[in-house]
Nanobody, 115 residues
Framework: QVHLMESGGGLVQPGGSLTLSCAAS????????KGWFRQAPGKARELVAT???????KYADSVQGRFFISRNNAQNTVYLQMNNLKPEDTAVYYC?????????WGQGTQVTVSS
């Protein structure tokens, strides 16, 4: 069993920054991909950023250059540094772990960008 716990969401003004954290526990394999997805009201869940166990990253075009993903494999933690936040970044952000052909999800953390 795998458990993911996100933290770090909240309310921030446009142009501000936030860092999300996700701690994974349970049966974590050495080979996996960790990442972040988000879902805004009335929209489908979309990929924000992912990082493989080899350090290969992938970002959505809308966050490229503003968001940065990192991970600490020893602590089974993944981070998302979000800079220059925009109102359209408002969403529930979900941590994701992909291993052994299975997806695991956190409960989500709300990020609201508003003045």
């Amino acid at each position: 069993q795998v458990h993911l716990m996100e933290s770090g969401g909240g309310l921030v003004q446009p142009g501000g920054s936030l860092t999300l954290s996700c701690a994974a526990s349970g049966n974590i394999f050495d080979m996996n991909a960790k990442g972040w997805f988000r879902q805004a009201p009335g929209k489908a869940r979309e990929l924000v950023a992912t990082m493989s166990d080899a350090g290969i990253t992938k970002y959505a075009d809308s966050v490229q250059g503003r968001f940065f993903i990192s991970r600490n494999n020893a602590q089974n933690t993944v981070y998302l540094q979000m800079n220059n936040l925009k109102p359209e970044d408002t969403a529930v952000y979900y941590c994701n772990l992909y291993q052994a052909y299975q997806d695991y999800w956190g409960q989500g953390t709300q990020v609201t960008v508003s003045s």
